[in-house]
């Protein structure tokens, strides 16, 4: 079993930067893949960013370029480091784990364990 709890959301103006936290409570945290996802009011939840246990990260394209993803695994943490942030990007943010590890990681569906959530609003 894993618990996971983010942090680092608020409010932010267009082209400003936050960084997201998900501290992990579980065992081998190091075996399992871990994923960044966002869910906006009337919309269907997205991945937009995925690390593997070789810290190897991949993004939707939404999101390339402006967001980096990591991973510490001494500390148990996963970080999202969000920069030049739109509108667009205002949502319920998520941090997501799983052991499969298959399929690409940026599925909703892969995933087995979730935060509660943390809000990004971000104003034009």
């Known amino acids: 079993q894993m618990q996971l709890v983010e942090s680092g959301g608020g409010s932010v103006q267009a082209g400003g930067s936050l960084r997201l936290s998900c501290a992990a409570y579980g065992l081998s945290y190091s075996h399992a893949c871990l994923g960044w996802f966002r869910q906006a009011p009337g919309k269907q939840r997205e991945g937009i960013a995925h690390i593997n246990r070789a810290s190897t990260p991949s993004y939707a394209d939404s999101v390339k370029g402006r967001f980096i993803i990591s991973r510490d695994n001494y500390k148990y943490t996963l970080d999202l480091q969000m920069s030049s942030l739109k509108p667009e990007d205002t949502a319920m943010y998520y941090c997501?784990?799983?052991?499969?590890?298959?399929?690409?990681?940026?599925?909703?569906?892969?995933?087995?364990?979730w935060g509660q959530g943390t809000q990004v609003t971000v104003s034009s």
């Open positions: 997501a784990a799983n052991y499969r590890c298959t399929g690409t990681g940026l599925g909703v569906y892969e995933y087995d364990y």
